[in-house]
């Protein structure tokens, strides 16, 4: 098992939450969409601009796992007026959880997991909620064995191109 750390990430952390986000994302959904469509969604979503915003939103907080001094993953949690679609206050929002290729199935995708879990326990939140993509099966099937459950679905714009997420929850009290 690897000794992996969760560090919060701050403004100093900005070109490593760039690195990291881009090429979670590309590693994740490239194979499946055109690279337009992939360029667009990355300009646009992981821009210097876009990042310090997130960064800088009180109702954001965004972790990295580290691995030997290398981000090797990250989540992004979203609190009352960030939180996309529901705006629920007594939830949160995981609005991404990546992790790199060559450390997947190695637990760390847990290991941030159970940190959203315990922020939302010790906020006294009645669940966590987030969308995957219907084709990410992996996805999908990592949040069901954990106990997530299907309660909805919404439009999710990559690039031009109109995919559709499926909502999951995961009760806490």
Excluded: C
């Excluded at 876009?50 to 954001?60: G, H, M, T, V």
């Excluded at 069901?144 to 690039?159: A, D, H, Q, T, V």
Aim: charged letters at 25%.
């Amino acid at each position: 098992m690897l000794k992996i750390s969760i560090e919060k990430a701050n403004l100093t952390d900005l070109p490593q939450l760039q690195k990291i986000a881009s090429e979670t994302f590309f590693e994740t959904f490239s194979a499946e969409n055109t690279d337009e469509d992939m360029q667009t969604y990355l300009a646009r979503n992981f821009s210097t601009e876009k990042l310090i915003l997130e960064l800088n939103d009180q109702n954001s907080d965004i972790y990295f796992a580290v691995f030997e001094q290398k981000v090797i993953g990250y989540l992004k949690l979203n609190f009352r007026e960030s939180q996309s679609h529901l705006q629920d206050h007594g939830a949160i929002q995981i609005e991404r959880l990546y992790i790199s290729k060559e450390y997947q199935n190695k637990n760390v995708g847990q290991f941030l997991l159970e940190k959203a879990i315990e922020i939302a326990k010790n906020a006294d939140k009645a669940y966590v909620w987030l969308g995957v993509w219907t084709e990410n099966l992996r996805a999908i099937k990592f949040y069901k064995r954990n106990n997530f459950s299907e309660f909805g679905n919404y439009i999710f714009m990559l690039g031009k191109d109109e995919q559709q997420d499926i909502l999951m929850k995961l009760l806490l009290i």
